[in-house]
């Protein structure tokens, strides 16, 4: 991994887990469901924001050297795996 998307997703984590500890907080405080639900989206859109950014590392790095390689096949497989898991 690219040392700048592993320090950008180490601090994406942080912010991430901060979401989660602070929505826990939220609902042992019987909050506002509504307050809840917009920090849960949140959460979802920082992690996608995290696979993004992990993905787009992983496409300029690993999938170009794995061409380059002579490795079409097997990492076509690979981003047709992650492919049906983002689907489902």
């Known amino acids: ?3 700048d998307v592993k320090k950008d997703s180490i601090k994406r984590i942080s912010y991430i887990e901060g979401h989660i500890t602070g929505i826990r907080r939220m609902l042992e405080q ?4 509504v307050d809840v639900l917009k920090q849960t ?3 979802r859109r920082a992690i996608e924001k ?3 950014k992990i993905m787009s ?3 300029r790095t690993h999938v170009t050297e794995g061409i380059r390689g002579g490795r079409e096949d097997a ?3 690979e981003l047709l795996d992650i492919y049906a898991l983002a689907s489902k």
């Open 30 to 33: 019987d909050q506002y469901c």
């Open 50 to 52: 995290l696979e993004h």
């Open 57 to 59: 590392g992983h496409l």
């Open 1 to 3: 991994m690219l040392s």
């Open 75 to 77: 990492v076509l497989e």
């Open 41 to 43: 989206f949140a959460v």
